[in-house]
């Protein structure tokens, strides 16, 4: 009888390769470093939000939010950042340009307005890179 190999090859909880052992798993790991867990831990949290986005009840959201706050907390421990500095930045962000209102959605915006904020940035980049976009 021949063996399955599986390889996944991404980051995954630290108990669980103790518990696939201790039901008779052969498990190999690998000890990420630098730029690898950078890497990782972002591709981690975006597959935890993909999880969240397509979860199908308020208990499965609740379950996917809790490994996105786990990835969270690993990328904050690793690049030595507190809780409190990401809540003020968040707190000041809100109080700057509001919160994120779960039934608000921009759906159009007048043209006009469009137009004059594309042209006021298109302004302020020949500015500074004093370079000329031709007319408009």
Known sequence: MSKKIFIFNKLGRDAIPDLLKKSGIVVHTKEL???QLTQALRDKLIEEAHECAAA????????ELADVMEVITAVLEYHNITY???ENIRLAKHKLKG???????FLIL??????RIL???KNRIQATLKVNFGTN
């Open 56 to 63: 199908q009840s308020i208990e499965n959201l609740k379950e």
């Open 119 to 121: 042209n006021a940035f």
């Open 110 to 115: 007048r043209l006009k307005k469009i137009i």
């Open 99 to 105: 919160g994120s209102a779960p039934a608000l959605t």
């Open 84 to 86: 409190a500095e990401i």
């Open 33 to 35: 470093i630098a730029e």
